[in-house]
């Protein structure tokens, strides 16, 4: 009997630890695809992180896929990290330090591999967010998501 009402006065200690239905819905959001042209890249903020949403080339595609993964830092496949290889989703926080890397815009240093440019220490990331050359220890983070019909994704 001790064990069952030590169990009911803990359990609203416990549930309060929980996160709460506002923070949870912060969590998981929906992103339009139907403005970004192929060939260029769009920055949303997702849980306060920006997110580099890339409408791929087949060029790009073609690139990432031949890459050879035993010249990779932190070996993934171009297929592990899309669901739709024309669209490569990551977060766009850099591995080493967190700084932002460059490549959004059209007009940014893009790095050795036309992917992503971290100014502040030098990595340098392929059109599929890999590491390739600098101190930065993985890939830009692919987050969880899907997508809802052909032109809208959810994160989270």
Known sequence: MAAVGSAFAI????????PSADVLALGVKEFDLSNIKEGSSKTVKWRG??????????????????????????PEKDEDRVVKPEWLIVVGV???????????????AKGDFDGWFCPCH??????????????????LLVPKYKFINEKKIKIG
């Not at 850099?94 to 940014?108: A, V």
């Open 11 to 18: 359990w609203p200690f416990i549930d309060s630890m929980n």
């Open 49 to 74: 992180r920006p997110v580099f949403i890339k409408h791929r080339t087949k060029k790009e595609i073609n690139d990432a896929r031949r890459t050879d993964l035993s010249k990779l830092k932190d």
């Open 94 to 108: 850099c591995s080493h330090l967190g700084c932002i890397p460059l490549g959004q815009k059209s007009s940014d």
């Open 122 to 139: 030098g990595s340098h990331y392929d059109s599929s967010g890999r590491v390739r050359k600098g101190p930065a220890p993985k890939n």
